[in-house]
């Protein structure tokens, strides 16, 4: 489900620069003529502290007892969302190729948590943080993120809800448009790809 928030998100898009036009190999491995580099929209403490408060809004009737993010991309937002809802953050991180719950963090056996990102394509770094947070015990009661770019079509059997959707190409890379034309490739992601 996609909320129709009262905050300017497209134009705060293009005011930041987050929007990028170019030739870009995604966290996913896909390739795509644009990316949304979030980092640059979350850039002013306000603006991530508005759109923070309209994820909560969203998942207020859930009972959420924490929020926990995959570091980079879901880091600002996460915390954002956790202090809105004034509840815990945490964050899981990559060790060795594999999603972990490092830095002391813990989770209890039956904690209600919401995994929070900035951008859902694929939804696999939001799938692996999901398995990790159940092996900890946890239940994940809701996915939430400021953009979605799946097009409608989620991979989570929890609610997920996002501030805007936008649908912008993408290719395998022995599809690719912008491959075959020889453009030069761009990989801005935090998770490192072939």
Request: hydrophobic share 40%.
């Amino acid at each position: 489900m996609t909320a129709e928030p009262s905050l300017p998100l497209e134009s705060w898009l293009a005011e930041s620069g987050a929007l990028k036009k170019g030739h870009f190999q995604l966290s996913s491995g896909l390739h795509s003529p644009a990316y949304v580099q979030c980092a640059l929209l979350l850039e002013h403490p306000s603006r991530a502290s508005r759109l923070g408060a309209e994820i909560a809004r969203e998942l207020a009737d859930l009972d959420v007892h924490s929020v926990v993010s995959p570091a980079m991309g879901g880091l600002i937002i996460g915390y954002e969302v956790a202090s809105a809802l004034g509840r815990p953050f945490r964050f899981v991180e990559r060790q060795d190729g594999r999603m972990t719950l490092r830095r002391g963090f813990a989770l209890a056996p039956g904690e209600r948590i919401a995994i929070v990102e900035d951008v859902v394509t694929t939804g696999k770094s939001t799938l692996e943080a999901i398995e990790l947070t159940r092996e900890h015990g946890a239940e994940v009661c809701a996915v939430a993120s400021i953009l979605d770019r799946t097009g409608g079509d989620h991979p989570f059997a929890v609610p997920f809800v996002s501030l805007f959707s936008l649908v912008l190409p993408t290719y395998s890379k022995a599809e690719c448009p912008l491959c075959q034309a020889g453009q030069a490739l761009d990989k801005p992601g935090s998770r490192p790809v072939p």
